[in-house]
């Protein structure tokens, strides 16, 4: 699945809820592969415990008792989410080959463990089967390594790129089917530009989107035709305010909202739909917006 969407829109925020959801829900660990130094351990840790918090709260106790039970819960789940840091698409490639045996070794601990079911069930530290596997962002290794090598591409350039993205494609796959892994990519968005060349124009601009680009919105997903059909489910985040528009003190935001929407761009098994959000401390959560 992947998940896509300009900067700033949550992409990464719901990243990190899948992998809390993935031990809250299914009792399962999680690996996150961080290829933007954008993992942050203390909103991960923040999701986790407001979620098992209000979890915690459906049942009966005081407050003491529930945040006390919900700290526990959080470290557990902390425990089983690993996190590996990388640079280039050769780095990505070796760590998705190494990634095979510590799968294996972890669910061989769980299945020792006897840890099937939910983490909220449980109040010891131990092992949990990995359930979700997170790579944030697909990108950002292929986007250093192919298009900001400076100079104009070149056919060798563009095959090595494909390839890179194929093999990439294939391991995941692999993974997903062998482990019977949930395997969620984050997305950049693209602007259909040559490497270091101008903005192209015209019939000329459209071409380049075609060949490089997936046009969805207003906006395009990087990577283009070579990735676009190793995606089964793509999921595309979008807001109508720009988070990084600039405000000078006193200036007045009107018409401003938090408020984002998710479509359901494509799916083996749903038709397209759409829901609106909000970024809160318990992560992405629905929201009514009046017709």
């Keep these: 699945a992947e998940l896509v969407g300009r900067a700033g829109v949550g992409k990464t925020h719901l990243a990190q809820q899948l992998c809390v959801l993935a031990g809250s829900k299914s009792g399962g660990g999680a690996i996150y592969i961080d290829a933007e130094k954008k993992l942050s351990v203390s909103r991960l840790r923040e999701i986790a415990f407001e979620r098992l918090l209000e979890d915690q709260k459906r049942h009966d106790g005081v407050v003491q008792q529930q945040q006390r039970h919900a700290h526990e819960l959080t470290d557990q ?25 510590e799968i294996t070794l972890r669910n061989s601990q769980a299945t020792a463990e006897n840890s099937s079911g939910s983490i909220t069930t449980r109040t010891r530290q131990i092992r949990l089967p990995v359930r979700v596997m997170v790579i944030d962002s697909i990108a950002a290794p292929i986007r250093r390594d192919f298009d900001m090598m400076g100079g104009s591409s070149s056919m060798n350039t563009a095959a090595h790129r494909a390839s890179a993205i194929f093999q990439i494609a294939k391991k995941l796959k692999q993974l997903a089917h062998d482990y019977k892994l949930a395997v969620v990519v984050v997305n950049q968005v693209g602007s259909g530009n040559n490497n270091n060349s101008t903005a192209l124009r015209g019939s000329d601009h459209l071409r380049r989107n075609n060949a490089l680009d997936i046009r969805d919105g207003e906006f395009t997903a990087s990577l283009g035709t070579a990735w676009q059909y190793c995606v089964t489910t793509r999921i595309v985040l979008e807001h109508e305010d720009d988070p990084h528009r600039l405000h000078r003190a006193g200036d007045a935001v009107v018409g401003s909202s938090s408020v984002r929407m998710a479509t359901l761009a494509k799916s083996l098994v749903s038709k397209r739909t759409k829901l609106f959000f909000d970024l809160t401390n318990r992560g992405l959560c629905e929201v009514v917006v009046p017709a």
Excluded: A, I, P, Y
């Excluded at 089983?80 to 780095?91: C, D």
């Design 77 to 101: 789940l902390m425990g089983n989410v690993s996190v590996h840091r990388l640079f280039t698409t050769r780095e990505l490639l070796d760590t998705l080959d190494r990634l095979e045996d």
